[in-house]
């Protein structure tokens, strides 16, 4: 008897347990629908700009800091920009099956929120990868394959009605061939993220380079000066033409307005200088490589386009820079730059000896003959040359055996009676030789 009690009070605890846990799985689920599952996958590249300079074109990027859904940080490992010619680009989510692969971008991911702050960076760190937030510039070299149009992929038509006749499609294309730009980033699991902004440039003609570039320096300029790019015809044809009066019979008539024409590089041609200069040979070998997808954009030395032929520009000798020129027509965004024109290196010698010192005065008194003059107006002048001869002498021979720094000196190797002829000399920094100056007015002083 005791034993069946003993089996109906086992089963009735187990069933009370089911029950229990049954009931607190009722409970859970009236809490709230399920949670989506998270995706962590970087937001779009929305920063985005594409220049061309010559036969190659500069894209920047900004790398994202943030993933689709606004949290941080951003799951990035890399980041593909594509490029794409036609009159329009492709449907976003057709840009991989269509454009080309011109770079892709390492990013290196961002540490954990809870992380200790990193010490401080290698000069060998940036070569892993771009940093979350940074711009990067890669460039794409446009060879002829890439100024041809692209397979053109149509977008399928909703419905079956076609669009009406009055809005054909192919008004709005432009009439020249774009080229344009567009970059998405992936996330470490090699997921990608949405498509960005495009970036584009039209593919007109560019002016043609000038033929050479000339180059002579002073002691504080440098002048340089080019033909006009594509000589003289070139010269002739790309000036604007001055106004002219219309004709008395025409005067009457109705002007027809003109027809409205894409906007593109037009104008006449101007020009933009680059300089290229060469290691400085008293500073430390740079010995971070260059990496592929890490350039910079070329910066004119002029800040707004020349219309002249001619520049100057600052000198600076005994160290190597290279001149070229590029031609540009248009105006921004459509501005077209053309290649640039063969090189013109040097290194320029400083050849230009100071000013000869002024208004040398001698003042004799007891055991000496003092010497006073002006000071050089030079920033490079080192020091001075004190010269003595005796009268009628052509040459004059220096007293000391180091220039001295003051614009002034006295004597005391003098002999009671004696007359003595000065002269002073300027010399400048320049190594190993200084360049010396000619000689100052030349004194007589009799010694007492």
């Known amino acids: 008897m005791n034993f069946v009690f003993f089996v109906v009070a086992k089963r009735s605890a187990s069933l009370l347990g089911v029950i229990i846990v049954v009931a607190l799985a009722a409970a859970c689920g009236k809490k709230g629908p399920p949670l989506a599952p998270i995706v962590r996958i970087p937001e779009a590249v929305s920063m985005i700009h594409a220049q061309r300079v010559g036969s190659a074109a500069y894209v920047t990027v900004t790398v994202p800091a943030k993933n689709i859904d606004g949290s941080m940080p951003v799951d990035i490992s890399r980041i ?12 976003s989510a057709r840009w991989v099956e269509v454009a080309q692969l011109v770079a892709t971008i390492p990013v290196v991911p961002p540490p954990p929120p809870d992380a200790p702050p990193p010490p401080e960076p290698s000069p060998e760190e940036p070569s892993k990868g771009a940093f979350t937030g940074s711009m990067v510039t890669v460039i794409d070299s446009l060879t002829p394959q890439k100024l041809e149009a692209g397979r053109v992929i149509e977008e399928p038509r909703r419905g079956l009605n076609p669009p009406p006749a009055a809005t054909p499609i192919a008004a709005a294309e432009p009439e020249v061939l774009q080229r344009f730009y567009m970059a998405i980033g992936f996330s470490k699991r090699g997921r990608p993220g949405p498509p960005g902004t495009a970036t584009q440039f039209p593919l007109v003609p560019p002016p043609a ?3 050479f570039v000339n180059a002579r320096y002073t002691e ?14 070139g010269f002739f044809f790309g000036a604007p033409l001055p106004p002219e009066d219309a004709p008395l019979d025409a005067a009457l008539e109705p002007i027809a307005p003109a027809p409205a024409v894409e906007a593109g590089a037009t104008g006449p041609v101007t020009y933009n200088v680059y300089r290229e200069v060469g290691p400085d040979p008293l500073a430390f070998p740079d010995s971070a490589a260059p990496v592929p997808w890490a350039a910079s954009t070329p910066v004119p030395l002029n800040p707004t386009p020349l219309t002249a032929t001619t520049f100057t520009d600052t000198v600076e000798f005994d160290r190597e820079r290279c001149y070229t020129v590029r031609p540009l027509r248009g105006a921004p965004p459509n501005a077209v730059e053309g290649d640039a024109s063969p090189p013109n290196c040097f290194i320029p010698v400083d050849l230009f000896p100071p000013a000869a010192p002024a208004h040398l005065a001698a003042v004799p008194d007891a055991g000496g003959i003092s010497l006073i003059w002006e000071p050089n107006g030079e920033a490079d002048v080192s020091g001075y040359m004190v010269l003595r001869g005796n009268p009628g002498d052509a040459t004059l021979q220096p007293l000391t055996q180091v220039p001295v720094a003051d614009a002034r000196f006295r004597d005391t190797h003098v002999e009671a009676g004696k007359k003595y002829v000065y002269a002073v000399v300027a010399l400048d920094s ?16 009799t010694a007492r």
């Open 430 to 445: 320049r190594l190993p030789v200084a360049n010396v100056s000619a000689e100052s007015n030349r004194v007589e002083e």
């Open 209 to 211: 380079a000038p033929a």
């Open 80 to 91: 593909e920009v594509y490029g794409y010619t036609g009159r329009r680009p492709p449907p």
């Open 220 to 233: 504080t300029a440098m002048n340089l000066e080019w033909p006009p790019s594509g000589g003289i015809v």
